[in-house]
């Protein structure tokens, strides 16, 4: 059960995009199509952004996409806006237990 | 409206129990599994356990496992954790969470867990 790599910190301009990688082993992420991401801001609970990779919970902007290519998941924010700068978290089903990402801090320029 | 409302955590010592207790309303209650995932304070996500929607089956992160126990009340619509053995790296807010797609799209709100002598 060891975590998911993550970079410690992404930034951008409003207006780019930018793209959070998060990678994992063949027991995880290039397993099981059950890749989710959540984005946390400050003292607040998370937020499920993407789900089984690449699917937007109802009411998420289309601006946040996910995808994967074997091990590697990716998160990529388009159009990048001052509300989404928070800390964001890949997840993965295991088999019968689930891995968290340590987390990256997403800054708006 | 889904509401997910944690309650229990608090200061405990190093060796000490705590149950933690999670309020569900505004769905069904009994068709989902649900979660504990828990964060240090100023650190990173990490999932502890979940339940199935009847409660016969039960899953624990590797360092809890013969401490933490999760179970459920679906007559109280209600979850529960409970700790033993409590250690310093215990120490997290621990959120309630409905799980669905293996993934979790309800949170609650998060209570505090202390483990300190």
């Known amino acids: 059960q060891s975590a998911l790599t993550q970079p410690a910190s992404v930034s951008g301009s409003p207006g780019q995009s930018i793209t959070i990688s998060c990678t994992g082993t063949?027991?995880?992420?290039?397993?099981?199509?059950?890749v989710s991401w959540f984005q946390q801001h400050p003292g607040k609970a998370p937020k499920a952004m993407i789900y089984e990779d690449s699917k937007r919970p109802s009411g998420i902007s289309n601006r946040y996409s996910g995808s994967k290519s074997g091990n590697t998941a990716s998160l990529t924010i388009s159009g990048l806006q001052a509300e989404d700068e928070a800390d964001y978290y890949c997840s993965s089903f295991a088999g019968s237990s689930y891995v968290f990402g340590g987390g990256t801090k997403v800054t708006v320029l | 409206e889904v509401q997910l409302v944690e309650s229990g955590g608090g200061l405990v010592h190093p060796g000490g129990s705590l149950r933690l207790s999670c309020a569900a309303s505004?769905?069904?209650?009994?068709?989902?599994?649900m979660a504990w995932v828990r964060q240090p304070p100023g650190e990173g996500l990490e999932w502890v356990a979940n339940i199935s929607p009847d409660g016969r089956d039960k899953y624990h992160v590797d360092s809890v496992k013969g401490r933490f126990t999760i179970s459920r009340d679906n007559a109280k619509n209600s979850l529960f954790l409970q700790m033993n053995s409590l250690r310093a790296e215990d120490t997290a807010f621990y959120y309630c969470?409905?799980?669905?797609?293996?993934?979790?799209?309800?949170w609650g709100q998060g209570t505090l867990v202390s483990v300190s002598s």
């Open positions: 505004g769905f069904t209650f009994s068709s989902h599994w």
């Open positions: 063949s027991s995880d992420v290039g397993n099981y199509n059950l």
């Open positions: 969470a409905r799980s669905e797609s293996h993934s979790w799209f309800y």
